[in-house]
T-cell receptor, first 114, second 116 residues
Framework: ETGVTQSPTHLIKTRGQQVTLRCSSQ?????VSWYQQALGQGPQFIFQ???????GRGNFPPRFSGLQFPNYSSELNVNALELDDSALYLC?????????????FGPGTRLTVL | AQSVTQLDSQVPVFEEAPVELRCNYS??????LFWYVQYPNQGLQLLLK??????LVESINGFEAEFNKSQTSFHLRKPSVHISDTAEYFC??????????????FGKGTHLIIQP
């Protein structure tokens, strides 16, 4: 069984640029969630995708957007990067079965904005 | 809205001693509770979960947590820690409302430091 994978591992961008991060779900999972973890903090929920639709969002502006593909993989796009966007971005996959989803995390993408 | 409080940002403990990492949550509805562990420069690994049933849940590596609804707590315990338990531990809560999103709300984490 393949776990959650993310690419790239590290990324350096400059302020104002755009970035795309990628995530492959664990086999059999149909839901993907994205989190931002600033240094020394707990992860914060960005949004969740289920059946290729965004079905919930945390307190993040619209310049954070995403996609989910038919194979349940996902992308996180961030436009107009700001210095505060520097963080570890975590993807988690889960399987919705009518009760709580148990989320399994990937290793993350470390984004540095200069 | 729910929130999670981890009362200790750092807990130093000697090897083979017991440890308790505290977690309290606030929510007006039923919740599901989780503990995740994060080793340096890695993602989060699921340690324990409480979804329903027995309020005492155990992991394969000796950790346990007890859901206490009246005190809105989900403290993590281990009777004897090992050097390899040094890591950041996060408590998290999720709600499942209908078929909507259930993003996790995390505490700020507790850094468990095992001293030889």
């Amino acid at each position: 069984e393949t776990g959650v994978t993310q690419s790239p591992t590290h990324l350096i961008k400059t302020r104002g640029q755009q970035v795309t991060l990628r995530c492959s779900s664990q086999s059999g999972h149909n839901t993907v969630s994205w989190y931002q973890q600033a240094l020394g903090q707990g992860p914060q929920f960005i949004f969740q995708y289920y059946r290729e639709e965004e079905n919930g969002r945390g307190n993040f502006p619209p310049r954070f957007s995403g996609l989910q593909f038919p194979n349940y993989s996902s992308e996180l796009n961030v436009n107009a990067l700001e210095l505060d966007d520097s963080a570890l971005y975590l993807c988690a996959s889960s399987q919705y079965s009518g009760r709580a989803r148990v989320q399994f995390f990937g290793p993350g993408t470390r984004l540095t904005v200069l | 809205a729910q929130s999670v409080t981890q009362l200790d940002s750092q807990v130093p403990v000697f090897e083979e001693a017991p440890v308790e990492l505290r977690c309290n949550y606030s929510s007006s509805v039923s919740v599901y509770l989780f503990w995740y562990v994060q080793y340096p420069n890695q993602g989060l690994q699921l340690l324990l979960k409480y979804l329903s049933g027995s309020t005492l849940v155990e992991s394969i590596n000796g950790f346990e947590a007890e859901f206490n609804k009246s005190q809105t707590s989900f403290h993590l315990r281990k009777p004897s820690v090992h050097i390899s338990d040094t890591a950041e531990y996060f408590c998290a809560v999720s709600l499942l409302i209908g078929g909507g999103a259930d993003g996790l709300t995390f505490g700020k984490g507790t850094h468990l430091i095992i001293q030889p």
